[in-house]
RNA sequence: CGGGAUGUAGCGAAGUUGGCUAUCGCGCCUGGUUUGGGACCAGGAGACCGCAGGUUCGAGUCCUGUCAUCCCGACCA
């Protein structure tokens, strides 16, 4: 080549050379691409890498994090960073793919957009703050220019900034682009294996649409390609409303997959079918004001020396938590406000905050408690309290209560809320909790852990006011584009999936995400007629496009069916000894406990129909 | 960032009140016997006991600091 010469060279060519220089941009999805064709060549054990362990790593405490170890999937570099050994790689594509047809269908059209983001993109949006040290970002030098850049936490940024420059007229809306990228985000705490990591992959969508409805459309079209996803993958999920957004209504979804060690609480009515995030759950509660009961007694005021907290109490008094006022003190734009909640239940800051109407919410600290209680922190209560306080729904329904006496080492008894305390109207102002009533129909609500593994949200305008991102109407008008955001984490849906999808064995992959289909056991690998035998069968799945594994490790038949178990291929086929003798192959799910003898020349059709009565499909 | 725990060979562990050449199982290498649910025999390699100081005649063991990892909590557009 010569590239500082002149060339006189046609269009065609000029495209290819385009074609070339562009591969170090788009090269991971190219290579993706290129890698997906792979993934349907077969392979032998002894060829690839796949280091399985035989005891659980001293430092993996949860069922995917431990399993993902032992069947080779995964490495840890550090905390939160992880590789993907070439096992857990094939996965990580496989749910890629579904994710992409899925987006595909649904109208999305793919991009790539860069991890590395200039700082003054968060500053603009006012998220450099809001991030704070969840955004990774650092300061660089280039010649003598100073570059302050953060690593992609999300593309909310980036992509409004593009569109701000290429999308003009309502003529060019609507549009749905997407992307599958690894996103950085600084964690306090990473954990749980590949569950929750620093740097992940991560699908994220952007609609972008002239009117309301077409956000609507946008976001029913994405809810609908993750639920399909979700189906595909073979991931049990359940899909809750979260917070609601600037515009109103369901204006965010989160997808949850059950699963024990969840970091999320999701209530759940099993009659009707509502789902909510725990903290964003109506409680199915409406606003009482107790009746002011004329003559009654006076509270008590009881000794409780050093017994600062309900369980103390409690037991000190032999009363249950439930008759209990927790007179929590806050802050709510600087001033001090009490919120009272029943013993037993928790208090949701976000719905103080709604309830007051206040735009900052946090928990007071020790000397302002002091000061509006005249006691320390642990005894406060209601009764004679110098600040503003509100009640939830459920302080009302308490005939006799305990509470703080706002005076150190002592609580009052048989406080009656509305006579010895002003109660006039009271508010939601805790986390919904397993056995409320449901707010949608007369049962009542479960609670359930849960991974999230996707959310879907209507953005509104937010990210396009600030960052100009507008567009022209019919009649010449400029208005702020309408914008909705869609994320699947990807490696953290193989995580959940793994999470909820094994036994005492090992992994139990769903066939649509399985490393590979098939694992093809031959018995004893310096036999002849068992090689000649496999080997036969491995061509034939090669040649229809199946996806296998030939354990052709010189190792006891035992020892490889652990291994098998261990690394969860859907479909065993097992050649050798008394079988082969008889003709048959021995064909097993990963799900049977018996297997089932197949004429080895029925083995691959019988694989066949078994991928197909087995693969998980889409029910939306 | 608060609280707790752990760092000994690639993995899992033992190592007593400080004491001899740091132990065991798995894995790995060599040779042999085996071959239907993690085989057996023989031989072998592999560890400055996380790191840095200190106490001591002597430190894996005691002290101080530091780093790393895990768990609980706080945090998580």
New binding site residues.
Partial sequence: MNPGGVIVVSAEFCVTIRAILLVSDVETHTNLVADLRKLRSPMRWTQTFIP????????A??PS?QLML?SGMIR?L???AYTYMPLGYRVVRKVTEIVREEMDRAGGVELFMPALQPIELFERTG?KE???N?LFNFETKRGDRKLHFALG??HEEVITDLVSRELKTYKQLPVTLYQIQTKF?N???????VL?TSEFLMKDAYSFGSSLEQLNDAYDAMYNAYCRIFERCGLEYIPVEAESGPIGGDASHEFMAPADNG?DFVVRCKSCGYAANQERADTGRTSSTPAKVDGAAEPQKVATPDAGSIDDVSRMLKADAATFIKTLIYVADGKPVAVLIRGDHEAN?GKVRRALDATSVELADEATIEKVTGAPVGFAGPVGIKCAYIADHDIAQIASAITGANEKDAHLTGVVPGTHFELSETFDLRNADAGDPCPKCDATLEIVHGIEVG?V?KLGTKYSESLDANYLDSEDKKHPIIMG?Y?IGVTRVVAAIVETCHDE?GIVWPMSVAPYTVELIP??V?DEEVMAAVNKIYDELKEAGIDVLMDDR??????K??????IGLPVRV?V?????KEGNA?IKLRTDSE?TMVPIGDAVAHVKNLINTNMPSARS
């Fill in positions: 399985t362990l035989k005891e659980v790593p001293s430092d405490e949860v994090h032992r840890q550090m905390a939160g998220r809001a991030f704070g969840v936490p999300t985000r964690e306090e705490r990473p954990r749980f294996g929750r970091e800051e959310h949200f955001c994320g064995g018995l004893n310096t010189d190792q006891r038949p035992g020892f069916f652990k291994d098998a178990d261990l097992v050798g000894g008394k079988g082969l021995e297997a």
